[in-house]
């Protein structure tokens, strides 16, 4: 009777043990809030540069929740008419050729918060972006600057080289033709991460 006794109280033990684990990973969670900073897009033509910019000033925290047990991911949406642009003739050049009126945002989307997080100083890496224009995703890894703040601040900088023709857009010539648009452009981010362990 000792025995059996043994047997079936590991056994309960056992499957208290198999029962409560997985909960307790389920709820655990961080809370992050980021807030975009800067969003740029240089380019040229073959006669001069030009450039565009997020126009916001002090862009409002987002909050979100997301699992750490989980792959994590940051997005931001930033409408095109609030760009400052270099010319204003380029603007609506800029805006007709990303069709704005039906694709009103350009979206930023950060992966691989988890790395991020696990910084423990300043830090150079590639840190895989999504990038959408004129509703066409990109996937792209990015060398980006994090520059650790303190404990749970980061700020997230990166620089990538792409093509107009990247998202299916045929780059606007002027005046018959004599002033064309590179397909080259230039792609800066700065986005700010806060978190924050429930």
Not at 78 to 87: M, Q
Request: hydrophobic share 45%; charged share 20%; aromatic share 10%.
């Amino acid at each position: 009777m000792i025995v059996r006794r043994r047997k079936y109280s590991f056994t309960v033990l056992l499957l208290a043990f198999v029962l409560v684990v997985p909960v307790r990973a389920a709820t655990s969670h961080m809370a992050l809030c980021f807030s975009l900073q800067q969003l740029s897009i240089d380019g040229h033509t073959n006669v001069n540069t030009f450039w565009l910019k997020y126009a916001r000033n002090n862009s409002p925290l987002i909050s979100s929740d997301f699992s750490t047990q989980q792959e994590s991911l940051f997005a931001v949406s930033i409408p095109v008419n609030e760009f400052v642009f270099s010319n204003h003739l380029m603007k609506h050049d800029f805006l007709s050729m990303i069709h704005a009126d039906q694709y009103p945002d350009i979206r930023i989307q950060l992966k691989d918060l988890q790395k991020i997080a696990s910084f423990q100083k300043d830090s150079t890496d590639v840190v895989n972006v999504d990038i959408t224009l004129a509703g066409i995703k990109r996937s792209v890894s990015v060398v980006c600057n994090i520059d650790k703040g303190d404990e749970c601040h980061f700020d997230v900088t990166g620089t990538k080289a792409m093509k107009l023709s990247d998202f299916e857009l045929i780059p606007p010539a002027k005046f018959f033709g004599l002033v064309k648009v590179n397909d080259d452009i230039v792609i800066h981010f700065e986005i700010r991460l806060i978190l924050h362990n429930n």
